[in-house]
């Protein structure tokens, strides 16, 4: 099996930063695309940020300019550097994985259990 386990959120006032990480383990051959998506109170999960494993990323322009996403290859992690934070990005922030397990024949949609972060003073 696989899993995504996230880690990094909490409460912060406006203007600050947090860092959410997003480690896959299990019976993994590789995984092609990480990323991150957000849910907040009554609306739809929305897509925020996307790293290809060669280290290309994308970036909705809601967040462009604030966070960044990274990965490290190597520990199979993702993540997503927030800063200057505003209460707008409140949400539960989720992690998403394009993984090829041993055994199968391509790639499929993994997601992480998220992460709650809350911006208020």
């Known amino acids: 099996q696989v899993q995504l386990v996230e880690s990094g959120g909490g409460l912060v006032q406006p203007g600050g930063s947090l860092r959410l990480s997003c480690a896959a383990s299990?019976?993994?051959?590789?995984?092609?695309?990480m990323g991150w998506y957000r849910q907040a109170p009554g609306k739809q999960r929305e897509w925020v940020a996307d790293?290809?494993?060669?280290?290309?990323?994308y970036y909705a322009d809601s967040i462009k300019g604030r966070f960044a996403i990274s990965r490290d290859n190597a520990k199979n992690t993702t993540y997503l550097q927030m800063n200057r934070l505003q209460p707008v990005d409140t949400a539960v922030y989720y992690c998403n994985a394009a993984i090829w397990k041993h055994g199968d024949y391509g790639t499929y949609d993994y997601w992480g259990q998220g992460a709650q972060v809350t911006v208020s003073s």
């Open positions: 790293i290809t494993s060669g280290g290309s990323s």
């Open positions: 299990g019976s993994i051959f590789k995984i092609t695309t």
